[in-house]
């Protein structure tokens, strides 16, 4: 009877580590498939004929619309560069270089996955509608409220994401480098 008892606690102990580290794994996305630079995350084989189990579990539980790696590569950040979650109260910046890219896209979205921009502002902001310095640099904001030059407008929100989406980066086929370089982002204000 004790050996039972045994066997049954030790096949709980089993199967409640493996599905907790499973969700955390597709919860986070740092454990099995995924690739973080700083505070962004991506799927570097989602977009592949062959994505690995991880990928596949994860994208079922998005509402992600996955590109060919051809054609691009999405990163998101949930946190800011200090590890915050970003919140819907303050005034984020963005600077640092993008990795080579045909062009980019830079939006929020919410928990469900919905863009949280306001109904009558553009949802996505462009790089090539950015003003840029004289070296080439751009610096975004991402904020509720009015911000000086670069500005993503969003939607006050408790906490969000942010999904910055590189199209025709055709040098991600080899994204196990380590030397890839992603743009910093860092809380300015909070009201």
């Known amino acids: 009877m004790r050996d039972l008892i045994n066997l049954l606690l030790a096949i709980l102990v089993a199967v409640g580590v493996g599905f907790g580290l499973s969700y955390y794994a597709l919860d986070r996305g740092v454990i099995v498939g995924a690739r973080q630079v700083g505070p962004w995350v991506t799927w570097p084989s989602a977009g592949t004929p062959t994505p690995d189990p991880y990928t596949r579990a994860y994208l079922a539980r998005t509402p992600e619309l996955v590109l060919n ?5 999405a ?3 949930h946190t800011d560069s200090a590890g915050e979650p970003f919140s819907g109260n303050c005034t984020y910046r963005l600077d640092g270089s ?3 890219a045909a062009f980019w896209t830079l939006y929020a979205i919410n928990a469900a996955g919905e863009i949280i921009t306001p109904a009558d502002r553009a949802t996505h902001l462009l790089s090539t509608q950015l003003v ?3 070296d ?3 610096i975004v904001r991402v904020s509720a409220h009015m911000a000086p030059g670069n500005w993503l407008e969003i939607a006050p929100a ?3 994401s942010l999904v910055l989406t590189l199209y025709d980066a055709a040098e991600f086929a080899g994204l196990g480098k380590t030397d890839t370089i992603m743009p910093e982002i860092t809380r300015e204000a909070c009201q």
Do not use: H, K, L, Y
């Not at 790696?69 to 590569?73: D, K, L, Q, R, W």
């Open 136 to 138: 080439n640099s751009a």
């Open 158 to 160: 408790d906490t969000f």
């Open 75 to 77: 990163f998101t950040a």
């Open 69 to 73: 790696v051809a054609e691009g590569i």
């Open 132 to 134: 840029r310095e004289d």
């Open 98 to 100: 993008t990795p080579q």
